[in-house]
């Protein structure tokens, strides 16, 4: 029987502090970060819509490793039905921990429709764990990469002359903090309105991003046209080495303009002018739109995640 100490709200310091250190600890095991940025956004933030499930061991935070072996968090507000992510640390894995949280995750889910879980990287346990529970795969998140030092550079890059060509009548400018919040929510939330997290995005999980040590506007784009806002492609450069296309973000009413293309080359050419080795991104395994942009671009596939739910979720199409 796994003692599981269930807190909603914002957790202690303390206790943030020694999720982050057990998400390094399973990185670093299992090659895989097992919590994203959201949920680790989330661990200190008193508004978030989620339960935190944490598995201590006795014997306190002198204990090897610290006192924390397991954790799991659902984001009870996610639409249709809870998704969660969870760890175990790798030091006390195949003894019940991952299937008591998993168990636990599950009861507290029901009254939100039912639970999705979140494997990075799909790895064996964690395909196992949640077959063992009767969950099958419902969707993927494919991370794509482009590796700059072998890539040719596009139109527009450092190397050339013409900067990517926009359509017709659209400006590009980079975002202004404290300006431009309230329209790029609106937007946002329009490009991504049936995506289950990134069109939920307040304009204060924005702030919290501007004020990660990460955030650099001069690497976020807002393309408009007649004053109005079409598109926007935010990067992130959080690793040494590695830009990320973060986000990119087109008006519904503006799709199927070349707008995407256009900022993703921006963005490449941006990324390899700061002398960045490659470029990743993440993207839903059934968006073929945003594939084929970023493949046309020289991104290739390079990891999978998958989320697994109980049978009678059926896999929602959704787009990012
Ligand atoms: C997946 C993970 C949470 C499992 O935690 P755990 O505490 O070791 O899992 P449990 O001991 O409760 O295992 C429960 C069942 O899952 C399956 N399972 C778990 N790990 C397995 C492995 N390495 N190989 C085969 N089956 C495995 C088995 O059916 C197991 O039951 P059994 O031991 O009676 O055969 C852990 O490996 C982990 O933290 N991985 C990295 C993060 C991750 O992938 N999270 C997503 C989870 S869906």
Not at 10 to 19: F, G, T
């Amino acid at each position: 029987m796994v003692d599981i100490r269930a807190v909603r709200g914002a957790l202690d310091n303390s206790v943030a502090e020694a999720v982050r250190a057990l998400a390094a600890r399973a990185h670093d095991a299992d090659g895989v970060a097992p919590l994203s940025e959201q949920p680790l956004l989330w661990l200190a933030d008193p508004a978030a819509p989620v339960a935190h499930l944490l598995v201590e061991r006795p014997g306190g935070p002198e204990a090897p490793g610290g006192a924390l072996v397991g954790y799991a968090q659902l984001d009870l507000g996610a639409p249709g039905a809870a998704s969660a992510e969870l760890v175990v640390d790798p030091a006390v894995r195949r003894r019940g921990i991952g299937r008591g949280l998993l168990g636990q995750a599950h009861a507290l889910a029901e009254s939100a429709g039912g639970l999705r879980v979140w494997a990075h990287g799909d790895l064996p346990p964690a395909q196992a764990l949640a077959r063992a529970a009767g969950m099958a795969p419902v969707r993927e998140l494919w991370q794509m990469r482009l590796d700059l030092r072998t890539a040719d550079p596009e139109p527009g890059a450092a190397s050339s002359p013409q900067p990517p060509q926009m359509p017709d009548g659209v400006t590009v400018r980079t975002f202004v903090p404290g300006k431009d919040e309230d329209a790029w929510v609106a937007l946002n939330a329009r490009a991504f309105a049936d995506h289950p997290e990134q069109g939920r995005l307040t304009r204060a999980d924005l702030l919290a991003r501007e004020a990660e040590p990460w955030f650099d506007p001069e690497g976020f784009w807002l393309a408009e046209r007649d004053g109005r806002l079409l598109g926007s492609m935010w990067t992130k450069v959080a690793e040494p080495g590695v830009g990320e296309v973060y986000a990119l973000g087109i008006d519904p009413d503006a799709q199927g303009l070349g707008l995407g293309g256009a900022l993703t080359r921006l963005a490449v050419a941006a990324l390899r002018e700061r002398g960045l080795g490659a470029v990743e991104l993440y993207t839903e395994g059934d968006n073929e739109p945003a594939i084929r942009t970023y493949a046309r671009a020289g991104f290739t596939r390079s990891a999978v995640d998958v989320m697994y739910g109980t049978p009678a979720l059926s896999a929602r199409p959704v787009t990012r």
